[in-house]
């Protein structure tokens, strides 16, 4: 595989996102084809390669890759330093494409091979404290992977590895605090089926000062309230049960 036959690039040493395992960096800019560059296999990212400090260039071509299956296209793009698309093209399997933009310098070329929609979900593994702070490099920029919430007064989520662009959204879903219920006039901050457990919780707190000889009950009632509100939330979903044949006996 070769990137571009410039001088440009040609004397360059290229950074990887997914490098591949034992691979030389400098083969993928050789003009020998005899010499190739296989990426890594991470599904959640796209294999990217970075050019730093290049400049006059006008133009990027690819000879031999494979990075797609026969029959499917990979999209092929070239971004500058902030991500911004500069042109791009779609390919198909061992096609030679010359991707022709207008000549200028770049802090950091990347090309990038798309593999897979944007728009695909990855799941993002919690770590622990102290496996964050072994992370050597925590500004190593990709799609992000693991994450830390530092559970501070105003808490922190720590993302690795850094975005490498503005358009990524997380999806998550959060416990909330319930707001004070300040004047009488406003909506308690609640589902509704919640209300009955809130008021029987209200009167189970205040008999510890009031009528301690009530708290057993109340607290009955208040773990009984509770229970239904919070079985309201299971789903419905249809269940079907079925033993493997293995276990038949005749």
Same mark, same amino acid.
């Given at each position: 595989?070769?990137?571009?036959?410039?001088? %440009?690039?040609?004397s360059?040493?290229?950074?990887?996102?997914?490098?591949g395992?034992?691979?030389?960096?400098?083969?993928?800019?050789?003009?020998?084809?005899?010499?190739?560059?296989?990426?890594?296999?991470?599904?959640?990212?796209?294999?990217?390669? #970075? *050019?730093?400090?290049?400049?006059?260039?006008? =133009?990027?071509?690819?000879?031999?890759?494979?990075?797609?299956?026969?029959?499917? #296209?990979?999209?092929?793009?070239?971004?500058?330093? $902030?991500?911004?698309?500069?042109?791009?093209?779609?390919?198909?399997?061992?096609?030679?494409?010359?991707?022709?933009?207008?000549?200028?310098?770049?802090?950091?070329?990347?090309?990038?091979?798309?593999?897979?929609?944007?728009?695909?979900q990855?799941?993002?593994? =919690?770590?622990?404290?102290?496996?964050?702070?072994?992370?050597?490099?925590?500004?190593?920029?990709?799609?992000?992977?693991?994450?830390?919430?530092?559970r501070?007064?105003?808490?922190?989520?720590?993302?690795? $590895?850094?975005?490498?662009?503005?358009? #990524?959204?997380?999806v998550?879903?959060?416990?909330?605090?319930?707001?004070?219920?300040?004047?009488?006039?406003?909506?308690?901050?609640?589902? *509704?089926?919640?209300?009955?457990?809130?008021?029987?919780?209200?009167a189970?707190?205040?008999?510890?000062?009031?009528?301690?000889?009530?708290?057993?009950?109340?607290?009955? %009632?208040?773990?009984?309230?509770?229970?239904?509100?919070?079985?309201?939330?299971?789903?419905?979903?249809?269940?079907?049960?079925?033993?493997?044949?293995?276990?038949?006996r005749?």
């Amino acid at each position: 595989m070769i990137i571009t036959k410039t001088n %440009v690039l040609s004397s360059e040493t290229p950074t990887f996102i997914d490098p591949g395992t034992g691979q030389t960096a400098t083969d993928i800019v050789s003009p020998d084809h005899s010499l190739t560059y296989t990426s890594g296999s991470l599904s959640s990212t796209d294999f990217r390669v #970075d *050019f730093s400090g290049v400049n006059d260039v006008e =133009y990027v071509a690819i000879s031999g890759h494979n990075g797609c299956d026969t029959g499917n #296209d990979m999209t092929v793009e070239i971004q500058d330093n $902030a991500f911004s698309v500069i042109a791009s093209a779609t390919v198909s399997r061992n096609h030679n494409i010359l991707i022709t933009f207008t000549k200028q310098n770049f802090t950091t070329l990347r090309v990038v091979f798309k593999t897979s929609p944007d728009t695909h979900q990855i799941t993002v593994s =919690y770590i622990a404290a102290g496996e964050y702070l072994t992370v050597p490099n925590k500004t190593t920029e990709a799609r992000p992977s693991q994450y830390y919430f530092d559970r501070k007064i105003n808490p922190v989520i720590n993302i690795w $590895a850094t975005p490498e662009n503005s358009t #990524d959204q997380i999806v998550y879903y959060y416990v909330q605090r319930i707001e004070d219920a300040d004047t009488l006039t406003n909506t308690t901050d609640m589902p *509704f089926r919640f209300y009955p457990c809130m008021v029987a919780g209200l009167a189970y707190y205040l008999s510890m000062k009031r009528a301690p000889e009530r708290i057993q009950l109340l607290k009955s %009632v208040y773990e009984e309230e509770f229970q239904r509100a919070s079985d309201e939330d299971e789903d419905r979903t249809p269940l079907k049960l079925q033993p493997s044949i293995q276990y038949l006996r005749v």
